[in-house]
């Protein structure tokens, strides 16, 4: 098994911006994927970007340009760079992450956007 622990969600003021980490942990092999999604109050978890083992991203359309995805091999961590704020990105953010033997979801982090 694999076990994911996000840190850096908070609260910020809109047009700020935040860093999310993830390390991962455990029985690692095989990595296909790892990424972000993320929940908002009275909605379903939805795509943020994720980098594939062969290092293409794919974001979604409304976060392109404001968020990035990286990735750091040695240490099994994935990141996500937020900037540019907006409230609309207050949500629940959950680490993805997938290898040969499944997918593994964090506990999910809070990021509030708000002044």
């Known amino acids: 098994q694999v076990q994911l622990v996000e840190s850096g969600g908070g609260l910020v003021q809109p047009g700020g911006s935040l860093r999310l980490s993830c390390a991962a942990s455990?029985?690692?092999?095989?990595?296909?994927?790892m990424g972000w999604y993320r929940q908002a109050p009275g909605k379903e978890r939805e795509l943020v970007a994720t980098?594939?083992?062969?290092?293409?991203?794919k974001y979604a359309d409304s976060m392109k340009g404001r968020f990035t995805i990286a990735r750091d091999n040695a240490k099994n961590t994935v990141y996500l760079q937020m900037n540019s704020l907006k409230s609309e990105d207050t949500a629940v953010y959950y680490c993805?992450?997938?290898?040969?033997?499944?997918?593994?979801w964090g506990q999910g982090t809070l990021v509030t956007v708000s002044s």
């Open positions: 980098i594939r083992n062969t290092g293409y991203t």
């Open positions: 455990g029985i690692i092999f095989s990595i296909r994927g």
């Open positions: 993805w992450w997938e290898q040969e033997n499944g997918e593994f």
